[in-house]
């Protein structure tokens, strides 16, 4: 099973300025990640796919990088609606798998 | 707009059943594949099951293969989870989720239900 790892754990941020997120992957998972956003008591919504295609709706303001291993969630200019916790996900080999999160807090 | 209602969830005791239910509407239903994933308490997110458009093709994760069976019914547009011999460790929220490829199996998940609560105490 590919372990998908994210930092940081937490990352404080100011809005208004830019946020970068991480994601690692423990094996090659070429382009095949995903990125959520999780708000508390709502389910995850996609953002990304095939690491830097935004999903419907998406606003311009979240890019994604990265392919192979190393993969970036870029968020331009931070509005309060975007503080939430943040998931990538490989889906290049079953089963797919999630990292742990990053909580993006308001600084 | 699409929507997905898990029903199904509750207390059950240790070794008993569970059935869970997704109910989906505001897509062609059969065109997609459709998962369910889980989040227990304090842990990450855990896909559990995916089962193709026309529900030929089931797949699980090691730790639920044998205990959980999903199914679907293309004519309910409904998707179904069934849970057996449950243990504590399977107290969680259990989500159903929409792929986001058509008529293929991609394995991203486009549109989340809210999920429904399974709670497996003595």
């Known amino acids: 099973e590919i372990v998908m790892s994210q930092s940081p754990a937490t990352l404080s941020v100011s809005p208004g300025e830019r946020a970068t997120l991480s994601c690692r992957a423990s094996?090659?998972?070429?382009?095949?990640l995903a990125w959520y956003q999780r708000k508390a008591g709502q389910p995850p919504r996609l953002l990304i796919y095939a690491a830097s295609a935004r999903a419907t709706g998406i606003p311009a303001g979240f890019s994604g990088s990265g392919s192979g291993t190393e993969f970036t969630l870029t968020i331009s200019s931070l509005q309060s609606e975007d503080f939430a916790i943040y998931y990538c996900q490989q889906y290049n080999s079953w089963p797919p798998t999630f990292g742990q999160g990053t909580k993006l807090e308001i600084k | 707009q699409v929507q997905l209602v898990e029903s199904g969830g509750g207390v059950v005791q240790p070794g008993r059943s569970l059935r869970l239910s997704c109910a989906a509407s505001g897509f062609t239903f059969s065109n997609y594949a459709m998962h369910w994933v889980r989040q227990a308490p304090g842990k990450g997110l855990e896909w559990l099951a995916v089962i193709s458009h026309d529900g030929v093709n089931p797949y699980y994760r090691d730790s639920v293969k044998g205990r959980f069976t999903i199914s679907r019914d293309n004519s309910k547009n409904t998707l179904y989870l069934q849970l057996n011999s449950l243990t504590p460790e399977d107290t969680a929220v259990y989500y159903c989720?929409?792929?986001?490829?058509?008529?293929?199996?991609?394995?991203?998940?486009?549109?989340w239900g809210q999920g429904t609560l399974v709670t497996v105490s003595s």
């Open positions: 989720a929409k792929d986001r490829g058509f008529v293929v199996v991609v394995a991203a998940f486009e549109d």
């Open positions: 094996q090659n998972i070429r382009s095949k």
